[in-house]
Each structure stands twice: as structure tokens, then as C-alpha cells.
């Protein structure tokens, strides 16, 4: 192979520079510039080292925020995972309800996230809202703004009903990927359904399933929208997750040095636990293979 | 192991039937042998699959019955028949090691460990999986996986019978060959009453001990591979089998000759009357055609010459009708004033497709 003196063909590597380092690097580079430095205006910036970090890992405020992130993230992955392959399992593998089926899943879908936030706000208000209303004509105590359990429940309920369709969508395609041979060969060797579900439906699954599992530990741990239109962080910090704990931080507080560092360890722990979800996908690819 | 009795089965995918066109499979009425092995032969869409479902229990048939052994198991459901049914594209249990595949149909149905433990090793022994036991057997070779397929259906002592729905499709060509010695090894010790559905002649004559031919929903012939060969029962059964497939031209019959283009063609085994206004074919296997300078056929004039190797087949043209020929390897073809020899043994008459039987 000739290799070519001429470096000119560095100028067609340019478009893809400029979009990458406009679009990512240059606006991250900034976080890890607040991160590192301290500033009171006038673009006046003095060197902090690492003590933000420090800072920011040592506070109660963000262990507490953190705690709540995770706790609420295994609940939803707890309870959208087994009620997504169910769902999934319940629907027609063909026939007239095939479509009418998946339109229904794919509906809460397609609701922006704020809307979703008010419809649930808005639902679940004692005065007005059709739930908040009946729990509390019925003699239910129920009140999202003043209880923590009720805050809670209100938005891992509203979680669900927003995201439980896209573990059904995705459960549903792997099972749809099955080919009727596979059911005929196990009524044939007289599995039950247990064993039919155990040893044909969950290996066929398992790959969608490691995606479901991986969106939706994104999406949960991320979350902002919901929760901000519906508890707003309250009551007190009950609800206030991560992404909720840094916006105060950066916006209601203007502390960009220590949001910096925060937003560089959240980035970070998500970026671990895709490459962690990552190395466990390619792993059973090769054992299959 | 169990007869197979089939009394009036036909089906049809329609909800209702409004003209006889719209049945998948037309009415049939067969007995099917304990311990005999059947194929089920013909193009896709002709029905063959369609009853191997029925057999299985897959599907229920719109009209008629079918026993095993006498026991009326048309409603019964597949995992109640106890057959065992190998697929056209193997079917595994991923996760499972090939030993807990091959025992999955006995642990299923409640079989002791240790009677578990001797037949699977058996059916491994048998079948030359007993290396890859300890193995995961998603990571075996197509063929090594068919293998585990029907040895899930050997494993159970007591099948009625063993469908096989086109099983050699994704098995390389020499692999093919291997399987289905053992196919019929297997056949011939333990005396299975198997039914094989396939599309490949070769594969069904060399199979079975009885050939089922079907075509567009019906069963055209059943029988021996010798019997499809010299006495094809339907013109179709004439083309289908064989390669290449037999001459079919019109005719019409004088005295005891078949007349094509005006010259005749001997028939030694005569044949019985003819139906009134039918239309009428001859049709000999170029297998028993011939070229040759001499003798008192009509002259032909050669199209062309294939050399398939072992063999030539020669087209050659009789007024409008075109022959093929089959010529042996070392034999000439004569370029000029070549005559077509029949063999007057082998010549059979079709009245509407259908063969005129013997006199």
C-alpha cells in the first residue's frame, strides 16, 4: 500500500470536527471549566482544583438526592421489567387485535413529558383531579404535596403508565422474532407454559430485555419533567432527584462551580453503568456465539 | 409405534366453503402401515404440509377423521398424541445443554432420573452426540442440531409415529446424505412409523418404502419408488419424478397403437377402455427412449446435447413435439437421419392426465 504524503485529506476530516466540538466537546469542555475553577462574574476565574468535587461528594444534600435517584430507579426497573414482559406475554401474537394493541401501548408514548407531569398533577389534585378527588370522597387520606409516601406513589405511577409500553413494545418484538416452530416443538415435548416461557420465550427475550433494562435505568435515573410538574422537588426534598438537585443548584442558586462537579460525577455514574450494561451484551453475544 | 388410519380427511383454511377449489387438502383415504416409512412428495403449496399438521395435532381438520391405532385422536391435542416431530429448521432449547435437551420431552412428562439418565445416553450413542453431551447447544453446527431435534423425538420409547417436515433444508449436501443412512438405520432397528414430508424427489425415493405424491391439494399416487418410476399414475407424477421427467405428448389411439404425429408407437401392455372425449398423452421416460441410425422408428431432428456426466440427454424435435433422451455416456449421437426407438413396454396412456390402466 502506497501511503499518501499529501496531509490535505485532513481538510475532509473538518465538517465532522467542527459539528462534534460545537454539539459535545466545547459545551462539556465548559462544565469541566466551571468544575475546576471558582468565578464572581465579570469572567473573573480562580483555580479551585478539585475541591468542588470534594465539596460536592462529601454534602449530605447530595447523598440524599443520590440515594432517592437510585431508590427510585430500582423501583421503576422493579416493577415496569416483570409487568412489561407480562403485558407483553398477554398480548395476540396475530390476528384483528394485533394493531389495536400495540396503538394502545404506543399512546403514552407519544404524550410529552411536561404534559404527562400536569395530566398526573392535575389527576391526582384532591380539590379538582378525577383520582385525587374520589380517594379522598372515598375516605382515602391522600395528598401528593403534603405526604412523602403519597409524592412517591404518585410518581412511580405515573412513571409506569408513561414507560411500561416501551418494555411491552420491546418484549413484544422479541417474542414476535420466535418462530412458530419453537411453540409447536414444545407442545410436542409436553412443556408447560412455565417451561415454554423459562426455556423458549425469556432466552429469545433476553436481548431486548438488557435494552429495556438499559433505556429505562437511563430515562428513570435522568428524570426531571415529571416529577418537577408534579411535586416540584416537594414535599420538601422528598422528591427531588438528582437532575431536580442540579437545576436548583445551577439556576435557582447560580452555584456553578459545585453544579459543575455535580453534573460531571451524575454524567459519569451514567456513563459507568452503560458501559458496565455494555460489556454485559457483548459478553452474551460471544457466549452464543 | 402406531398405524395411521386417514378416513375421509380434508381441509380447508376458509371459514366456509363455497366451491371444492378452496380446499387445502381434497378428501383422502389412507392407511398408513405401523412401522412403515412414508414421504410425503410434492411442490410447495400442494398440501403436504399441511396434512403432516393434521397428523400432528397442529391443526384440525374441516371434515374427516384420523386414528392411530384404531383410537380416534382427530380432536386430540398435539402433546396427548404422543408423535414426535422434527422441523425444517431445528428447533433447540438455547440456553440448555444438548444432555438437558434431549431430556427435556421425559423430564416433562415426569420420568425418573435414572431412566431419564439411561435413555438419553442411548439416543446419544445412537445418534454420535455422546461427545457434545456436557455442550451448550447453541453453539453446534446445523446439522449437530437437527441431530438433537429428532433426538428429542427418539428419546421417548414409546412415539406413535416420527413427522419429519422437510428436515435436510438447512444441512450442507454431503451432511444430507450421512443423516439420512442414519434416517433409515434408525428406521430399519427400532421399526418407527415415520412420515417425511419433502419437495426433493431424491430425498423421498431414497427414504421412504412408500412415496405419497401430491398435487394441488390431492394425493395423485402412492407407492413404491419403482411403481412412480414405471407407472406413474398422473401425468404430474411422470414430471415430478425423475430428471429429467417423463415425455408426455398428445396422442390419439388406433387399434392398439398410440399415434403421435402420425406415427405410431407400439404399447405392450395394452389398456382398458378409454373414457369417451377424453384428451389423450402419451408418456415415456427418456429412459426408455433411444437413438439410433437403424431400425423403424420416425426420424427426429436433434435440438441439442446435455452432458450431465454419467449421462447425455439429447432434445430431440418429432414434427412439433419435443422428446428428451437420455443416452448413455460412451454412446454417439447421431447428427443426421437419427430415429426414435421406444421401448414398447414402457409406453403408458393418460386419459385426462390420469393413467389408463392395463387391459
Given at each position: 500500500m502506497n501511503k499518501w504524503s499529501d496531509n490535505r485529506a485532513w481538510w475532509l476530516v473538518l465538517p465532522v470536527v467542527l459539528i462534534v466540538a460545537f454539539s459535545a466537546v466545547i459545551p462539556l469542555m465548559t462544565v469541566v471549566n466551571y468544575s475546576f475553577q471558582d468565578t464572581f462574574g465579570n469572567n473573573e476565574f480562580f483555580w479551585e482544583g478539585v475541591g468542588w468535587f470534594q465539596e460536592v461528594l462529601r454534602s449530605e444534600r447530595f447523598h440524599s438526592a443520590m440515594g432517592r435517584q437510585f431508590l427510585f430507579s430500582f423501583i421503576i426497573l422493579a416493577i415496569e421489567i416483570p409487568l412489561g414482559i407480562v403485558i407483553a406475554l398477554a398480548m395476540p401474537r396475530k390476528g384483528f387485535w394485533v394493531p389495536f394493541c400495540l396503538i394502545l401501548m404506543a399512546l403514552p408514548l407519544l404524550i410529552p413529558w411536561n404534559v404527562v407531569g400536569t395530566i398526573w398533577q392535575i389527576f391526582g389534585r384532591i380539590d379538582i383531579g378525577l383520582l385525587g378527588a374520589f380517594l379522598d370522597n372515598i375516605g382515602v387520606e391522600y395528598n401528593y404535596t403534603q405526604n412523602t409516601l403519597d409524592a412517591w406513589v404518585t410518581l412511580v405511577v405515573m412513571d409506569v403508565w408513561h414507560w411500561t409500553s416501551l418494555v411491552v413494545l420491546l418484549c413484544y418484538a422479541g417474542l414476535q422474532s420466535i418462530p412458530d416452530a419453537y411453540y409447536q416443538a414444545a407442545r410436542i415435548d409436553g412443556a408447560s407454559k412455565w417451561a415454554t416461557f423459562r426455556y423458549i420465550q425469556l432466552p429469545k427475550m433476553n436481548r431486548v430485555l438488557l435494552i429495556a433494562v438499559l433505556l429505562r435505568f437511563m430515562d428513570s435515573f435522568m428524570i426531571y419533567t415529571e416529577p418537577f410538574v408534579v411535586t416540584g422537588g416537594g414535599p420538601g426534598n422528598d422528591t427531588t432527584f438528582l437532575s431536580i438537585d442540579l437545576v436548583q443548584m445551577a439556576i435557582g442558586q447560580f452555584d456553578l462551580g459545585p453544579a459543575a462537579a455535580m453534573s460531571l460525577i451524575y454524567f459519569l455514574i451514567i456513563l459507568l453503568f452503560s458501559w458496565v450494561f455494555f460489556t454485559i451484551m457483548s459478553y452474551l453475544d460471544r457466549v452464543e456465539n | 409405534?402406531?398405524?395411521?388410519?386417514?378416513?375421509?380427511?380434508?381441509?380447508?383454511?376458509?371459514?366456509?366453503?363455497?366451491?371444492?377449489?378452496?380446499?387445502?387438502?381434497?378428501?383422502?383415504?389412507?392407511?398408513?402401515?405401523?412401522?412403515?416409512?412414508?414421504?410425503?412428495?410434492?411442490?410447495?403449496?400442494?398440501?403436504?404440509?399441511?396434512?403432516?399438521?393434521?397428523?400432528?395435532?397442529?391443526?384440525?381438520?374441516?371434515?374427516?377423521?384420523?386414528?392411530?391405532?384404531?383410537?380416534?385422536?382427530?380432536?386430540?391435542?398435539?402433546?396427548?398424541?404422543?408423535?414426535?416431530?422434527?422441523?425444517?429448521?431445528?428447533?433447540?432449547?438455547?440456553?440448555?445443554?444438548?444432555?438437558?435437551?434431549?431430556?427435556?420431552?421425559?423430564?416433562?412428562?415426569?420420568?425418573?432420573?435414572?431412566?431419564?439418565?439411561?435413555?438419553?445416553?442411548?439416543?446419544?450413542?445412537?445418534?454420535?452426540?455422546?461427545?457434545t453431551l456436557k455442550h451448550k447447544a447453541s453453539g453446534l453446527t446445523a446439522d449437530a442440531k437437527q441431530k438433537i431435534s429428532?433426538?428429542?423425538?427418539?428419546?421417548?420409547?414409546?412415539?406413535?409415529?416420527?413427522?419429519?417436515?422437510?428436515?435436510?433444508?438447512?444441512?450442507?449436501?454431503?451432511?444430507?446424505?450421512?443423516?439420512?443412512?442414519?434416517?433409515?438405520?434408525?428406521?430399519?432397528?427400532?421399526?418407527?412409523?415415520?412420515?417425511?414430508?419433502?419437495?426433493?424427489?431424491?430425498?423421498?425415493?431414497?427414504?421412504?418404502?412408500?412415496?405419497?405424491?401430491?398435487?394441488?391439494?390431492?394425493?395423485?399416487?402412492?407407492?413404491?419408488?419403482?411403481?412412480?418410476?414405471?407407472?406413474?399414475?398422473?401425468?404430474?407424477?411422470?414430471?415430478?419424478?425423475?430428471?429429467?421427467?417423463?415425455?408426455?405428448?398428445?396422442?390419439?389411439?388406433?387399434?392398439?397403437?398410440?399415434?403421435?404425429?402420425g406415427h405410431a408407437f407400439a404399447m405392450e401392455q395394452g389398456f382398458s377402455k378409454i373414457p369417451t372425449g377424453a384428451s389423450l398423452e402419451v408418456g415415456i421416460r427418456p429412459e426408455f427412449l433411444s437413438l439410433s441410425r437403424e431400425g423403424s422408428g420416425p426420424e427426429v431432428s436433434i435440438q441439442k446435447v446435455e452432458d450431465l456426466g454419467r449421462f447425455k440427454v439429447a432434445s430431440v424435435r418429432l414434427e412439433e413435439h419435443e422428446f428428451k433422451v437420455m443416452v448413455g455416456e460412451d454412446q454417439e449421437v447421431p447428427t443426421d437421419g437419427a430415429r426414435l426407438i421406444v421401448d414398447p413396454t414402457h409406453v403408458n396412456l393418460y386419459a385426462n392426465s390420469h393413467l389408463v390402466e392395463e387391459a
Open positions: - | 409405534m402406531a398405524r395411521i388410519e386417514l378416513n375421509h380427511l380434508a381441509h380447508s383454511y376458509m371459514p366456509t366453503i363455497q366451491s371444492p377449489e378452496e380446499f387445502a387438502l381434497k378428501e383422502l383415504n389412507h392407511v398408513w402401515e405401523d412401522g412403515g416409512a412414508y414421504a410425503l412428495l410434492g411442490p410447495s403449496g400442494c398440501g403436504k404440509t399441511t396434512l403432516l399438521n393434521i397428523i400432528s395435532g397442529l391443526l384440525i381438520p374441516t371434515h374427516g377423521e384420523i386414528r392411530f391405532d384404531g383410537e380416534d385422536v382427530t380432536r386430540k391435542a398435539t402433546e396427548a398424541r404422543n408423535i414426535a416431530q422434527v422441523f425444517q429448521f431445528p428447533v433447540i432449547y438455547d440456553t440448555m445443554s444438548v444432555y438437558d435437551n434431549l431430556a427435556f420431552p421425559l423430564r416433562n412428562r415426569g420420568v425418573a432420573a435414572n431412566d431419564v439418565d439411561r435413555r438419553v445416553r442411548e439416543i446419544a450413542e445412537l445418534l454420535e452426540l455422546s461427545d429428532l433426538g428429542r423425538g427418539l428419546v421417548r420409547a414409546d412415539v406413535s409415529a416420527i413427522l419429519f417436515d422437510e428436515p435436510l433444508t438447512v444441512i450442507d449436501p454431503h451432511l444430507k446424505w450421512q443423516l439420512r443412512s442414519q434416517l433409515k438405520h434408525l428406521h430399519k432397528r427400532f421399526n418407527y412409523t415415520m412420515v417425511y414430508v419433502t419437495h426433493d424427489q431424491t430425498e423421498a425415493l431414497t427414504f421412504a418404502d412408500k412415496v405419497v405424491v401430491m398435487y394441488d391439494g390431492a394425493v395423485v399416487q402412492m407407492g413404491t419408488p419403482e411403481e412412480l418410476f414405471e407407472r406413474p399414475k398422473h401425468t404430474f407424477v411422470g414430471y415430478f419424478i425423475g430428471s429429467p421427467g417423463m415425455n408426455v405428448v398428445p396422442c390419439h389411439i388406433d387399434g392398439d397403437k398410440a399415434m403421435v404425429a
